[in-house]
């Protein structure tokens, strides 16, 4: 993905009547181009998703998408150090994660996706300073992408509601299939055998384990990945920071990796071609910063 000279705009007056007018110097990031404003008359740098920020736009990119796959903050710190004699806190790396992905979510929360038929839903318990959360996360088995998510502190109907309405926001698919919860069958009933979504109809097949012996395997393999990942965490701390970290794993699912079974990318198999290149996450900041 190139940038667009259309997508800049001065960030006094949003006016796009400017002309390139000098560099700023800054000490990690080199020259930036400067513009004047005809409008305003008043000078800007674009902001292309890093406006004002201290590191290059390729460290903090990959400081992000290794944590997100693999590495603590602090071991992402000691690999900058090392390999590029760069020296940040492990702090600023979790900064630099919470803060894009509530951007890119955003951005991508607004695309249009071409799912299947089939859902495949459930919870999983999420351990955060020693408390047991949850973790709903709801699948598309034809695209392999998570249509939709929700962090809650317990699991019940109103919890089991919520998931079910973020998870058909991008689809409505023709069923979808969960475990033998005492909460879905009601939650359902409350969403889709009234008229509260406009009539919708949507089948809720249950896959119990303690009648077939068989597992929801298809978003249990989902949630093996999802824990492995919070096991590098070491665990989630503030519950404000919790459900932002977690996004990050869900976006990472989403548009960063291929899948292993499709050897594609869950979004791009559902449609949304977004051009990136192979900085991935360096793409989606700047295309959220231009939305």
């Known amino acids: 993905m190139y940038l667009n000279i259309g997508m800049i705009k001065c960030k006094h007056?949003?006016?796009?009547?400017?002309?390139?007018?000098?560099?700023?110097?800054?000490e990690h990031r080199?020259?930036?181009?400067?513009?004047?404003?005809?409008?305003?008359?008043k000078y800007f740098t674009n902001d292309d998703g890093f406006y004002r920020m201290r590191n290059k736009p390729e460290i903090i990119t990959m400081s992000i998408d290794m944590y997100v796959s693999n590495l603590s903050s602090r071991k992402m710190?000691?690999?900058?150090?090392?390999?590029?004699?760069?020296?940040?806190?492990?702090?600023?790396?979790?900064d630099w994660v919470r803060r894009y992905t509530l951007k890119v979510?955003?951005?991508?929360?607004?695309?249009?996706?071409n799912l299947g038929n089939s859902f495949y839903a459930d919870e999983t318990m999420i351990?955060?300073?020693?408390?047991?959360?949850?973790?709903?996360?709801?699948?598309?088995?034809d695209t392999r992408l998570i249509t939709g998510f929700h962090y809650s502190l317990s699991a019940n109907p109103i919890e089991a509601q919520e998931f079910l309405k973020k998870s058909i926001r991008k689809g409505k698919p023709k069923y979808i299939q969960t475990d033998a919860g005492v909460f879905y069958p009601r939650a359902f009933r409350k969403l889709f055998y009234s008229n509260k979504l406009g009539g919708l109809t949507i089948e809720h097949k249950i896959q119990n384990y303690q009648k077939?012996?068989?597992?929801?395997?298809?978003?249990?393999?989902?949630?093996?990945?999802?824990?492995d990942r919070v096991i590098d965490f070491r665990?989630?701390?503030?519950?404000?920071?919790?459900?932002?970290?977690?996004?990050?794993?869900?976006?990472?699912?989403?548009?960063?990796?291929?899948?292993?079974?499709?050897?594609?990318?869950?979004?791009?198999?559902?449609?949304v071609n977004l051009e990136l290149g192979e900085n991935r996450w360096l793409d989606l900041i700047k295309l959220s910063a231009t939305s």
């Not at 404000?240 to 990318?265: C, G, K, R, Y």
């Open 77 to 94: 710190r000691n690999q900058l150090k090392r390999h590029l004699n760069h020296k940040i806190s492990h702090v600023s790396v979790l």
């Open 235 to 271: 665990g989630l701390k503030a519950l404000w920071s919790a459900p932002i970290l977690m996004t990050a794993v869900v976006i990472q699912h989403n548009f960063i990796e291929n899948h292993s079974t499709t050897d594609e990318v869950p979004s791009e198999r559902a449609g």
């Open 127 to 141: 351990n955060r300073e020693g408390k047991l959360d949850r973790f709903w996360c709801c699948l598309d088995w």
């Open 105 to 113: 979510h955003k951005f991508i929360e607004k695309q249009g996706y």
């Open 13 to 26: 007056c949003s006016g796009k009547n400017f002309l390139k007018k000098g560099f700023r110097n800054t």
């Open 212 to 227: 077939t012996k068989i597992h929801n395997y298809r978003i249990e393999t989902v949630f093996m990945k999802i824990k």
């Open 30 to 41: 080199g020259k930036i181009q400067k513009y004047f404003c005809k409008d305003c008359h």
